[in-house]
Structure formats: structure tokens, C-alpha cells
């Protein structure tokens, strides 16, 4: 598999991730399914909110961004397009800013933690280290 | 085709050949829709199940709620609904602003329920109890129900996420609702009513109540938050049922203390 088949994969169980969480927020799944930590404390707590959308929802809308880069990526036609790539580099980086202060508030404002946001962050991180590989690939490639 | 030779890079070695990516890009496709059919049907399970999981039969040996808490309603009104609540509880807050409204308008102002509600402070809030104590310090001016909704309404300023210091915040709250201020603040500073609140504590403790909010429907208790669509389907269910079978009424304990209510339109 290529990394961009991986960052596909990780974005589409990001996108469930995603769309389960919403789907909480909204009022749609009575109770969440956490087994160690505090996930309806953190989801229901004031932070759970950015710019008036939830932030899962936020999330949902990421992975989905990033399932549809990977996989027009995937493309002959695109496989070595260095706009995508750096496309794919700043989305992930944001991505994982964001969930950097996420977890911050988790620790040190809620003091809670939600293992589906450290599951999620964990994938961020994952899609930054493989759209950063991908970026020196394609840099790799130009100058080949 | 075939045979075409690409460059170095992205992963590739030189001489790869292109198109044996092919039968690989299709069986990932078929991977990619495999775990989205799956994601989808899980989605569509969860979020189309039965939400009443976490009610149970209702067990005769616990304590019977008996002229404890606070009561809105009618005494005449043929069921009594019990929330045993947690002013710092998210789901609480959540219940409160988004459900309670329509429960009280809809329902209570109608003579259809009567409504009482009990602390459970849990352990994991830091700051309940402050704001346990001061309601029931708005209680002794016969303000409890204001206090209750604006400690609710006001929750992300006093709770533990906020402050070290919720009495300052939980009497700022209270100031426009008290008709005597210095008794309302020195209340707070005696914790004066802290031997009520354990008491509604220990209620919630012998009924063996697994979190807040829970509520007590008739002969159901429910452990999680409800929309106002599937509370008063429970209600609904309950009123059939005494309907059907008077005796199953739940009498009213204590009706001199139930708050006199402003009708809709008053």
C-alpha cells in the first residue's frame, strides 16, 4: 500500500469517527460508548464547540477533506502533484494544531479525557508523519 | 504500456512498472467500500436503536422518594416524576436548558405531572456541592426553582473548569433572586443547608443510582439524558397505566410543599 492508500484509509475511520461523534452531539446516539475515560464529560462540556459548529463535527469535516485528497492522490494523473501533497502537509498540520490544543484543554481545563479524541488524535498525528513522507517524495520526484 | 518505465521517487524504485498498480488500486477500492458499508450499517444501528437501554424495572425494596427534595406541581397531578441531579453534571445542564422547559410548560403547568428534584452531588464534580448548598439556600426565601435554572443556565462560570472559588460566583447568581441578600450569602458561608443536601446524598446512595441525570417515571428509572420526545413518551406510557389502574397514582407526599406554578399565559 501506498501512503496515500494509508491516509486514505486512516481518513475514511476518521470520518465514522467523525460522523459518530456528530451524530452524539446531535442527539441522535443516547449514550457514548467510552469504557476507561470521560467522553460525555468532554463532549458535552463547553469546549466541545468551536465557531458555533460542534467539534467533532469539525473533525468530520477534515477527515472527509483529507479522504477526498487522498484518493484523487491516488490518481495516475495526480500521483505526483506537489500542490496536493502540500495541500494534504498544511491540512494535517492544522489538524494536528488543533488537536494539540484539544488535548491541552483536556488535561489541563476539563480534566477529563475522551478516548475517541485521543484515538482521533492519534490518527492526526499518523496523517501528518505520512502526508509529510509523502510531501519529500514528491519534492524527491521534482527534482528527479 | 506495460512495459513503460517510470522515475525514482514517491516511493518508487526505477523500472517499476506502472501498471501493475492497477489490480492493487482495485482491491483497496473494494477495501475503501467494504469498511464504508460497515461504517455506514453501524452508524445507522446506532443512531436507530432503542435509546432506553440504561432503564431498569423498578425495584419495591429501595427507599420510596418521600418528602425530600423540591417539588413543582399540583398535588393533585396523578404522576410524580423524580430527577436526581448534579448541578455540575454536563448531561444535567444539558437537561435543564434543552428539555426541562417543555417538561414544565408542557407537562407540569398541565396538571399532568408533578415534578420533584433531589441532589446527587457525585464525587467527580469539585464544586456541587457549593452549588447544592446554595440552592437550598434559596430555598429558605422560597427561590429555589429561579436558583436552580440560573445555576444551570450559569454552569461553565461556577463549575470546577472555571473556578477554586464557586461561592463568590454561585452568590453573584443568586443576588437578583433573593428578596434578603446577607441571610442568602451567610447561608452560603455556614453551609447551613448542608445536612439537607447529604441527606438527598444518601437517598440517591440507597436507591443505588448509577449517575445523574436519573429519573424516576412511575415504575421506570432512567439513567441518562432524554429529549423532551422520549420523556414524554415515558410519561405517556406511566399516565396509561394509571389510566387504566388508579391505584397505581403516586400519591402525593408532601403537597403543602410543592411551589405554586405560574400557568402558561399568567
Known amino acids: 500500500m501506498t501512503k496515500r492508500m494509508w491516509m486514505a484509509l486512516i481518513s475514511l475511520l476518521g470520518l465514522f469517527l467523525g460522523a459518530y461523534l456528530t451524530l452524539y452531539k446531535f442527539g441522535f446516539i443516547g449514550t457514548l460508548a467510552c469504557g476507561v475515560s470521560s467522553c460525555e464529560q468532554v463532549q458535552t462540556s463547553r469546549w466541545s464547540v468551536f465557531m458555533g459548529l460542534p467539534v467533532a463535527t469539525w473533525g468530520l469535516g477534515f477527515y472527509a477533506l483529507m479522504l477526498a485528497l487522498a484518493i484523487v492522490g491516488m490518481q495516475e494523473r495526480y500521483s505526483d502533484s506537489s500542490p496536493l501533497s502540500l495541500a494534504m502537509l498544511v491540512l494535517t498540520a492544522c489538524g494536528a494544531v488543533f488537536t494539540a490544543w484539544l488535548n491541552y484543554l483536556e488535561a489541563f481545563v476539563i480534566h477529563a479525557w475522551c478516548e475517541w479524541c485521543l484515538f482521533s488524535a492519534g490518527m492526526v498525528l499518523v496523517l501528518l508523519v505520512l502526508a509529510i513522507l509523502d510531501f519529500r517524495d514528491t519534492r524527491t520526484t521534482i527534482e528527479a | ?266
Not at chain 2, 435509546?51 to 413543582?72: C, E, H, I, N
Not at chain 2, 448534579?86 to 417543555?102: K, N, S
Not at chain 2, 436507591?207 to 420526545?229: A, C, H, N, V, W
Request: with cysteine; aromatic share 8%; glycine share 4%.
Open chain 2, 1 to 266: 504500456m506495460a512495459t513503460k518505465r517510470v522515475e525514482s521517487g514517491r516511493g518508487r524504485k526505477a523500472g517499476t512498472v506502472k501498471s501493475a498498480k492497477q489490480p492493487v488500486n482495485r482491491a483497496f477500492y473494494l477495501i475503501i467500500v467494504v469498511i464504508a458499508v460497515i461504517g455506514i450499517a453501524a452508524l445507522a444501528y446506532l443512531s436507530t436503536r432503542p435509546k432506553a437501554s440504561r432503564t431498569v424495572a423498578f425495584d419495591s425494596s429501595l427507599p420510596t422518594v418521600q418528602s425530600q427534595g423540591y417539588v413543582m406541581g399540583s398535588p393533585s397531578a396523578p404522576l410524580e416524576v423524580t430527577e436526581f441531579g448534579d448541578f455540575e453534571c454536563p448531561q444535567c445542564g444539558r437537561f435543564a436548558t434543552l428539555t426541562e422547559p417543555d417538561v414544565r410548560t408542557r407537562l407540569v403547568n398541565t396538571d399532568s405531572i408533578r415534578w420533584r428534584y433531589i441532589d446527587f452531588p457525585l464525587e467527580m464534580h469539585q464544586n456541587t456541592w457549593n452549588a447544592s448548598i446554595a440552592a437550598a439556600c434559596a430555598d429558605e426565601q422560597g427561590r429555589f426553582w429561579e436558583m436552580h435554572d440560573a445555576i444551570f443556565a450559569a454552569q461553565d462560570q461556577w463549575n470546577t473548569e472555571a473556578t477554586s472559588n464557586p461561592n463568590k460566583v454561585l452568590k453573584r447568581i443568586g443576588e437578583p433572586l433573593v428578596a434578603d441578600k446577607a441571610k442568602f450569602d451567610q447561608c452560603i458561608d455556614d453551609q447551613r443547608t448542608k445536612p439537607k443536601v447529604q441527606a438527598h446524598y444518601q437517598l440517591a446512595i440507597a436507591r443505588k443510582l448509577p449517575g445523574t441525570p436519573s429519573f424516576i417515571i412511575g415504575d421506570q428509572q432512567i439513567s441518562e439524558f432524554l429529549t423532551y420526545d422520549d420523556f414524554k413518551k415515558i410519561v405517556d406510557q406511566q399516565l396509561a397505566k394509571i389510566k387504566a389502574n388508579p391505584a397505581t397514582a403516586t400519591p402525593n407526599a408532601d403537597s403543602a410543599k410543592a411551589a405554586p406554578l405560574k400557568k402558561a399565559g399568567e
